[in-house]
Structures are given as structure tokens and as C-alpha cells.
């Protein structure tokens, strides 16, 4: 089978659109363009697409109807379930507990609320990445009101056990929101069986459009949520603004996708991942993954490999898209936060790559990949080698 360059192993970051969501799509840009709220029979057409999605969105994640809220992505549904949590907050209830190991969007938003004096607890992961449980019963107060623990991270794949955490909660009448962006269609996601309050996604992670994004809310906590927006009372006022009805109708047909193709999907994604592991692994030393082996996502595969700057090896390796870490913290050169939390180094987190396996990776781009990889690293450590000597 012929490879087409670059071979995308950035999944992580983002997905490539699948051709039958923008199929689904298309329609809604030229002859089914109408506004969601208008009262014709464009206007109709389209607020039945949205619904259809919603139903769809619905489905994958074991939620009601009428519990998802559409939004522009995860990080304005993370911001909304924060920010509008803390707005009906006062000073007897305005302890809010999250963790080390979240998503920039939710991590400084908290740090936001903190500098507002809010009672903010980041419990500390331990070296594979985990929060447990009991960290979080430790930590809970009289005054705590909010819990907000990341399901999979972003950077090194880790699960968290986030049903154990969300009854913990359930039982002593504390909300919980979870950012499940890297979970959601990779992993079995049930906001019921899960004891999820609120729950943040987005399509693109899911081989659906940019730009869109939903909020699970379980039924009644609506009512303690105050809007960052207002305007014309769309998604129940929670975030009124102009729908973005193609985006939805994208995501929903994502959804769809995910639920329809699962456990074939996360099995031939996971093959992949482990012999892409053990093709490197069995070929170099010095070689450590970073984050847990077993409780991971199928498509995360993050390496330390040591001796090798991971810029060094991406600036020599330009026909494979990969990535050094989080998307949001290649501009600023430092090293992650993530990794950092896990006990790395500063060395050893510039020295880490997460490559992100997805959909539409095939066995012949992960041989070519892991025979790249091995023959480029033994070359710039054998160069660096003959540097210091």
C-alpha cells in the first residue's frame, strides 16, 4: 500500500474531518443554510439538523436530550461550567477541587477564580499521571462546592477513575464536572453509571469539524449555572448566540461514527499503538513511557527518550507529524506542566514526544514510522556521542 506524506500522528491535537461527516455537512452550508431560530421552513429544517445531532451527541455519552448544551468548543464549555458555578457561589460554599494534570483550559481558569478568592485545592498526580480517590475525600470541606477532575489527559493518555470520583461527589452533595475532551468516542463514556454533574467535549477530537463544541448538564443543575453570555436565549440561555448549525450537524455525525465503530476502532488503533511501542523499545534503549501502561487511551503513545532533544528529533523527522506535548505549549518553549507533574525533569520533558494514533492510520505508516523513528534516534545519539567525545 502506497504511504501518503506526512503520516498524521498528531490525533491528540486534532482529527482530520472524516469524509462522511462533511458529506453530512455540506447541505447546511448552501441549501439548508437556515437559522436555527427563524420561523420558516429554512429555519425549520435546520433547528430539526441541530435537534437530530443533539440526539445523536446524546446517545454516545448515555445522557438526555435536553442535557446537552452546544457551545464553540471545550474550552468555552469548561470556562461556562467554572465560571458559571462560581457566579452562584458564596463564602460558605466557594471551595472548588481540581487537580495538577488538567487542560490549560480548565487549569487557568481555576487559577482565574483563585485570583478572584476562590478557594482553589490542585491535588497532585502521582507519577503515572493518576488522581485517586482518596486524594479527593482528603481534600473535600464543609465549604467545598465544585470538583473538577480531567477523565484522560491530553498529553500522556492516563484515565482517571472518574466513576469512583464522581460518586464520591453524588454522595456528599458536591458538583462534579469532568473535561472528558480526550475521552469522549475513545473510550466508554457514561455520564449516568458515571455520576457525572457536568461534563465538556468538543467535535474536533472526533474526526468532526472545528468551532464546536457541547456541555452535558444533568438535569436541574442548568439552574445553577450563571450564563458568560447573553443575547437571544438560545441553548436555554446558557449560550445564546447564532447556532452553528453545519459544526453540529458534523458533530452529531461524529458521534454517530464513534458509537457505531468502537470496539472495532479502539482495538485497531490499540494494536497499533503496542506494536509501535514495542517495534522502538526492542530496538533502542533508554527508552520510557510516560503516563500508565495499561489505564490509557488507545491512540496515546508519549516517550522519553533520552539523550534526544524532541525538537531535534521533529526538525529531523519532517515527513511524520507528531508532537512535543499539549498543542498550547509548543509556542511558549516551556516545558510541561504535565510532565512536570509526573516527576520529569525539565531535561527529560523537552527530551518526550506524544505521538497520537487515530482513525485513519494504517499498519504500513506505523512500520515506516517506527523504523524512522529507530534509525533517526541512533543517529543523532551516536552524533551527539561523538559531540561530547
Do not use: W
Not at 464513534?258 to 503496542?274: G, L, N, P, V, Y
Not at 494504517?362 to 534516534?377: C, G, L, P, S
Amino acid at each position: 500500500m502506497k504511504i501518503n506524506f506526512p503520516i498524521y500522528l498528531d490525533n491528540n491535537a486534532t482529527t482530520p474531518v472524516d469524509p462522511r461527516v462533511l458529506e453530512a455537512m455540506l447541505p447546511y452550508f448552501k441549501e439548508k443554510f437556515g437559522n436555527v431560530s427563524s420561523k420558516h421552513s429554512l429555519g425549520y429544517t435546520a433547528n430539526s439538523a441541530v435537534e437530530y445531532a443533539r440526539e445523536q451527541i446524546a446517545k454516545l455519552i448515555n445522557a438526555e436530550v435536553n442535557e446537552i448544551y452546544f457551545t464553540s468548543g471545550a474550552t468555552e464549555s469548561i470556562n461556562t461550567v467554572h465560571f458559571g458555578i462560581a457566579g452562584k457561589s458564596n463564602s460558605d460554599k466557594n471551595h472548588f477541587i481540581s487537580s495538577n494534570v488538567e487542560h490549560s483550559a480548565s487549569y487557568e481558569s481555576l487559577l482565574q477564580l483563585q485570583k478572584q478568592g476562590f478557594d482553589v485545592s490542585f491535588l497532585k498526580c502521582d507519577k503515572r499521571g493518576f488522581i485517586r480517590t482518596a486524594q479527593v475525600i482528603e481534600e473535600v470541606k464543609p465549604k467545598t462546592i465544585f470538583v473538577s477532575i480531567i477523565a484522560a489527559n491530553n498529553e500522556i493518555g492516563t484515565i482517571n477513575n472518574i466513576s469512583e470520583i464522581g460518586s464520591i461527589c453524588r454522595s456528599n452533595n458536591i458538583f462534579f464536572h469532568t473535561d472528558a475532551t480526550q475521552a469522549v468516542g475513545k473510550i466508554t463514556i457514561d455520564v449516568k453509571k458515571m455520576n457525572i454533574d457536568l461534563m465538556s467535549f468538543s467535535s474536533h477530537k472526533i474526526y468532526g469539524p472545528k468551532g464546536v463544541g457541547a456541555l452535558y448538564i444533568r438535569k436541574g443543575i442548568e439552574k445553577k449555572i450563571v450564563p458568560l453570555m447573553f443575547g437571544g436565549g438560545q441553548e436555554k440561555g446558557i449560550r445564546p448566540g447564532t447556532l452553528n448549525t453545519p459544526g453540529i450537524v458534523g458533530f452529531g455525525k461524529a458521534a454517530e461514527l464513534c458509537m457505531a465503530e468502537f470496539d472495532e476502532e479502539s482495538k485497531r488503533i490499540k494494536s497499533h499503538r503496542d506494536y509501535l511501542y514495542k517495534k522502538i523499545v526492542s530496538s533502542l534503549d533508554s527508552i520510557q513511557l510516560n503516563g500508565d501502561s495499561d489505564n490509557r487511551l488507545p491512540g496515546n503513545l508519549n516517550l522519553l527518550i533520552k539523550g534526544v532533544k524532541s525538537d531535534t528529533l521533529m526538525s529531523n523527522i519532517r515527513e511524520i507529524a507528531f508532537s512535543t506535548g499539549a498543542t498550547c505549549y509548543s509556542e511558549t518553549g516551556k516545558p510541561s506542566r504535565i510532565l512536570k507533574s509526573i516527576g520529569l525533569t525539565d531535561e527529560e520533558a523537552k527530551s518526550s514526544v506524544r505521538l497520537g494514533i487515530g482513525r485513519f492510520n494504517t499498519r504500513e505508516e506505523i512500520e515506516y514510522v517506527a523504523e524512522k523513528f529507530i534509525d533517526v534516534i541512533t543517529k543523532l545519539r551516536l552524533k551527539n556521542y561523538h559531540t561530547i567525545n
